[in-house]
């Protein structure tokens, strides 16, 4: 494709009227479907003051359609209580759930001591049989947690609800306080049936209550520090929390606890002694932030640490909250230090890359999140798009009260929470906030993916197979980006695709380091020889006698 | 150390299952919906099955996997799923145009109680199924069984939707390959050809879950089985089922529905199990064995008795599928090496007593685990370490922890390639487990020997 890629420049592309795009996309679908999928599917437009046009997100997967989408559960169990070592997670239900959500989401985490407890590499269910859906789980899922607790003694289990768990009855919360007062450690449930919602999302917003009831605000004693921080969406993928942790310690910045990357109980236990939380994935954790300011009084700031120039605009935001000099003039030493070497590898990369073309398609903050270092490396993300994402994610936090609250999201509970009594202390005067607002702060803020995003791109949410299929043929994108389940039905198409939730087994992509091996990684997969060879010479040049002609 | 809990004293469980050596039927059923051409498998619950499914196949195979899915929300669940099916398969059909829908049910549809085949009734009736196309579905409840269970069930199907008697018996022969890699259905298909012998497979992956890169992507790959071959299923002379526990149901429908008679072999793992296999073909075929097999054979046998010193006496450990681990047992009883825990997830009393007739003259206490967990497994290994492990990729956090070598084999290999492409069935299968088998054994004696006693050649 080395060859080829050079014809794919952004003039060819230019040719297609991303309106024909959509309505090619949506002319295959039945009526009804069409109708939905028009409003999933918008070409971007930016106004004078960063407004978009509406999106519609978090609705209903149209049945049959091929979704990229997976269920409640494994955002609960999967996305944010599976990177958390030291808890036992028991999936409640029959074998297959737990089996496929056993270390398949690449969380890596270090335990400080061979001693230390680390249950990451386990799978524990309750592997229902016949008999316990026809009379009932409960007992077989308080002998299971009795037999955890015998082996090995944790100092907290979990439990999760899968499909048929919901739907038989069973009542894993009473489960949980029975044994929780029985054993004497913090036992609690998860109610994230995969039915519950449309999306991950939902297990999510489960997942966020829960811990958030359950663990936060255990623990008085944490980590000490000047500036204390929480990270709040990072889940250390391919170490990506290794690198963001380096950088923030070189930055003298203290972090007391991260949702969930390389966590632990006492951490999650902690978190409210923190001064700041900081929010990376705004779609997964953005509820505990929400809460945490309600209960404690800690605001929160949208971060990110993908791309180099994210990394340091987001430490110069820490900064600037603490209003501390000598934070400030730490971190941009830290910042002079470490751009050097980016820069290095940036500017040849890009040399290679410029004008190349990417298509995001992927969870809930990652399609907007790395169309900042593709920028770097001068590619034009052509068209993005969330699984599971909602439309705040997509327009902006502004638009949140305008969001219709459907059947489907109004069966997880949004959770009243008033400030604790004992616990609650504003970090910062009312009048302080308002002032580092008014200086270019942005508190409790998110502007969503379009308002980066050029004209003209299309924005697709919870994209199909087919949809995936139409816009790789139309656009000849020079790498796409997306899940394990997409990886191959791209790459069959001779185009390099780029796993965004697994990294495709490499990384860290975050902080600087992490900036540096994403360029270099991106530079090996658009300019690499090896999709130059997908036909063979006879292929190429099928007649007996003409050989030289031909070369 | 990656399992630093696991202790070795072992504790009886009875609830808690704790590192499966299992896992759920519909992955089984949407294996095998993809080995009949133009099949587009089909997830009738939540989406986060289907959703596991494919990447789990995907991982394993390296290939795409498309699966439609149910979509179920809280109100399907409530009040069953007609509607969510109904529309996805007008949906698949329209955008996706396959020849087959093959549904499958999980754990919440099943405990609701959908009748798929009624509403795939209401589907024709609204008009959803075009002419010539089909809707077949297997009942997949992942409460009973494991994954084998499930890819008998959608075989089953095939035999009960499409097999038809037209009056006039062929001297095809029917092979239903079992739950193997699409390489092995390959495999087993080529020594057929080799023997002259007319044969329909089913299902079959091959040019499927290993097809070419070809930057053309093709939804529905050359491979698979076609329907108008599973109608003659029922016209065949005979039926060779290889696998128990993953093909006997469907042959057994065969012969019921349309009177073609079966016979029911262990996978042809080994020597011993192909020849058992060969043999069978033969005999139903009424064919003779052509040379090409008898070298293939005496190939195989040369590995053996060359190598027989580095095989005698070694210990292994076993993890898998109740259908690969009784003929991979008996191959490597067969060479002198000594299986001493065996462990599969999927529950059957069978199981155990076929391990144990197999490992009879072996002289070492043998622990068997039907059901069991590689927790378990793992304790029995500290208990009694031994020299090889053999099993899905899962294993290697042992393999690690204890430092013995593991050569991957069975569901599923996330880590590796070439199950897709080189059989481990067959003689030729027989000769690369061999290969993988010795290449691990020998590296570790490379590694440890004392410097003295390095060997150049072995
Ligand atoms: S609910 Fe059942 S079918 Fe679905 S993943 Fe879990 S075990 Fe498998
Ligand atoms: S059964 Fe439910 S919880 Fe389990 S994987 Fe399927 S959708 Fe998710």
């Given at each position: ?126 592997d229902m049989q016949d008999e316990d859906i026809v009379f009932g789980g409960e007992k077989k899922l308080k002998a299971a947690i009795q037999e955890a607790y015998d082996i090995f003694k944790p100092k907290a289990i979990s439990i999760f609800a899968t499909c048929p768990v919901g739907l038989i009855g069973d009542d894993i919360h009473a489960v949980a306080r029975e044994m929780k007062e029985k054993l004497g450690i913090n036992i609690f449930g998860f109610s994230c049936e995969g ?357 | ?332 009883v067969s060479i002198d090496m000594w299986p001493v825990h065996i462990v599969t997830g999927t529950p059957g009393k069978a199981f155990e007593k076929r391990i144990r007739e197999i490992t009879r003259e072996v002289p070492h206490e043998v622990n068997v685990g039907a059901p069991g967990d590689m927790f378990l497994f793992h304790q029995w290994v500290k208990n009694e370490p031994v020299d090889l492990l053999m099993g899905n990729t899962y294993l290697k956090y042992i393999a690690r ?58």
């Amino acid at each position: 494709m080395s060859s080829t890629c050079e014809e794919r420049t952004e003039l060819e592309c230019e040719y297609v009227d991303p309106g024909e795009v959509k309505q090619e996309l949506i002319s295959r679908y039945p009526t009804k479907v069409a109708r939905k999928r028009a409003k999933q599917i918008v070409v971007n437009e930016v106004g004078e003051c960063g407004e978009v046009p509406e999106i519609g997100a978090n609705t209903r997967t149209i049945p049959g359609i091929i979704t990229q989408r997976g269920c409640t559960y494994a955002g609960c169990k999967g996305v944010i209580l599976g990177p958390t070592r030291d808890i036992v997670n028991i999936t409640h239900g029959p074998i297959g759930c737990g089996f496929y959500s056993w270390l398949t989401r690449r969380n890596q985490t270090k335990p400080e001591d061979a001693r230390d407890e680390n249950f990451m590499t386990y799978c524990f269910s309750t592997d229902m049989q016949d008999e316990d859906i026809v009379f009932g789980g409960e007992k077989k899922l308080k002998a299971a947690i009795q037999e955890a607790y015998d082996i090995f003694k944790p100092k907290a289990i979990s439990i999760f609800a899968t499909c048929p768990v919901g739907l038989i009855g069973d009542d894993i919360h009473a489960v949980a306080r029975e044994m929780k007062e029985k054993l004497g450690i913090n036992i609690f449930g998860f109610s994230c049936e995969g039915y519950r919602g449309v999306s991950q999302s939902a297990g999510h917003h489960i997942a966020n209550n829960g811990i958030f009831t359950h663990v936060v605000g255990g623990k008085d004693e944490g980590k000490e520090g000047k500036f204390k921080i929480n990270l709040l969406g990072e889940y250390n993928i391919g170490g990506d929390a290794f690198e963001i942790d380096r950088v923030l310690e070189d930055c003298g910045i203290t972090l007391v606890s991260t949702f969930s990357g390389n966590s632990t109980y006492d951490q999650f236990a902690s978190a409210h002694m923190a001064d700041l939380n900081t929010v990376m994935c705004h779609r997964s954790i953005n509820y505990v932030a929400d809460m945490m300011e309600n209960k404690y009084g800690i605001p929160w700031i949208k971060v990110n640490f993908i791309g180099a120039e994210a990394t340091a605009k987001s430490l110069r935001k820490i900064a600037a909250y603490f209003e501390d000099e000598e934070l400030t003039a730490r971190v941009e030493e830290v910042i002079a230090r470490e751009l050097p070497a980016v820069e290095k590898v940036r500017d040849e990369v890009r040399s290679r890359c410029e004008g190349k073309l990417a298509m995001l398609f992927v969870g809930g903050s990652r399609a907007h999140s790395y169309q900042e270092l593709f920028r770097e490396i001068g590619m034009k993300t052509i068209a993005a798009g969330y699984e599971f994402a909602h439309r705040d994610d997509y327009e902006g936090r502004n638009v949140l009260p305008s969001i219709k609250v459907d059947a489907d999201s109004r069966s997880i509970e949004d959770l009243e929470i008033h400030p604790d009594p004992q616990r609650y202390r504003l970090r910062k005067p009312t009048e302080a906030l308002e002032e580092l607002r008014s200086k270019g702060l942005p508190l409790k803020e998110y502007e969503g993916m379009m308002a980066e995003m050029a004209e003209k791109t299309l924005v697709v949410d919870d994209i199909s197979q087919y949809e995936t299929e139409k816009l790789i043929e139309i656009y000849k994108p020079n790498i796409f980006c997306a899940g394990i389940k997409e990886k191959y039905v791209v790459q069959k198409q001779g185009v390099p695709m780029k796993q965004l939730h697994n990294y495709d087994y490499g990384g860290p992509y975050a902080g600087f380091k992490g900036a540096i091996n994403f360029y270099e990684e991106i530079d090996r997969m658009v300019n690499s020889k090896v999709w130059s060879y997908l036909k063979a010479p006879w292929q190429k040049c099928p007649e007996l006698s003409a050989r030289y002609a031909c070369d | 150390m990656l399992l630093r809990h696991t202790p070795s004293e072992i504790k009886e469980r009875k609830a808690l299952n704790v590192n499966p050596a299992k896992t759920c039927q519909p992955i089984g059923a949407m294996y095998a919906a993809l080995g009949i051409h133009g099949c587009l498998p089909h997830s009738h619950g939540s989406q986060g099955c289907c959703a596991y499914h494919r990447s789990t196949l995907t991982r394993h195979y390296k290939e795409p996997v498309l699966a439609g899915t149910s979509s179920f929300t809280e109100g399907a669940s409530v009040f069953g799923g007609q509607a969510n099916l109904v529309q996805a398969i007008d949906n698949m059909f329209t955008v996706y145009n396959p020849e087959v829908i093959a549904v499958h049910t999980t754990c919440l549809s099943e405990t609701i109680g959908d009748d798929i085949p009624q509403i795939a009734r209401k589907a024709e009736a609204d008009g959803k199924i075009p002419k010539g196309r089909f809707v077949i579905h297997a009942s997949t409840p992942s409460y009973v069984g494991s994954h084998v269970t499930g890819f008998s069930s959608m075989t089953k199907s095939m035999v009960d939707y499409f097999a038809r008697f037209s009056g006039k018996r062929t001297d095809t022969i029917n092979i239903i390959p079992g739950y193997v890699e699409p390489s092995d259905m390959e495999e087993i298909k080529r020594l057929a050809a080799e023997m002259g012998v007319k044969n329909i497979m089913f299902p079959d992956t091959s040019n499927v879950m290993n097809s070419p890169q070809t930057g053309r992507f093709e939804m529905y790959p050359r491979g698979g089985v076609t329907v108008e071959a599973l109608a003659r299923t029922g016209d065949s002379s005979g039926t060779l089922a290889l696998g128990k526990l993953a093909s006997s149901a469907a042959a057994r429908a065969l012969d019921i529905k349309c009177k073609v008679p079966c016979e029911i072999l262990d996978l042809p793992i080994g020597l011993n199990n192909t020849d058992l296999f060969i043999d069978a073909l033969r005999k139903m075929a009424g064919v003779s064995v052509p040379e090409s097999v008898n070298v293939d054979r005496g190939r195989l046998l040369d590995i053996i008795t060359d190598m027989h010193q580095y095989f005698y006496g070694k210990k292994v450990g076993l993890v898998g599928d109740p259908d690969h681990l009784v003929a991979l047992t008996e191959f490597l009883v067969s060479i002198d090496m000594w299986p001493v825990h065996i462990v599969t997830g999927t529950p059957g009393k069978a199981f155990e007593k076929r391990i144990r007739e197999i490992t009879r003259e072996v002289p070492h206490e043998v622990n068997v685990g039907a059901p069991g967990d590689m927790f378990l497994f793992h304790q029995w290994v500290k208990n009694e370490p031994v020299d090889l492990l053999m099993g899905n990729t899962y294993l290697k956090y042992i393999a690690r922890d204890e430092d013995i070598p593991l050569v991957r084999f069975g569901f599923p290999i996330l880590d590796r390639v070439g199950h897709s492409y080189f059989p481990t069935v067959g003689y030729r299968g027989g000769m690369r487990l061999l290969e993988k088998i010795l290449d691990a054994l020998l590296d570790r004696k490379d590694r440890d020997d004392p410097e003295e006693g390095f060997e150049l050649v072995m």
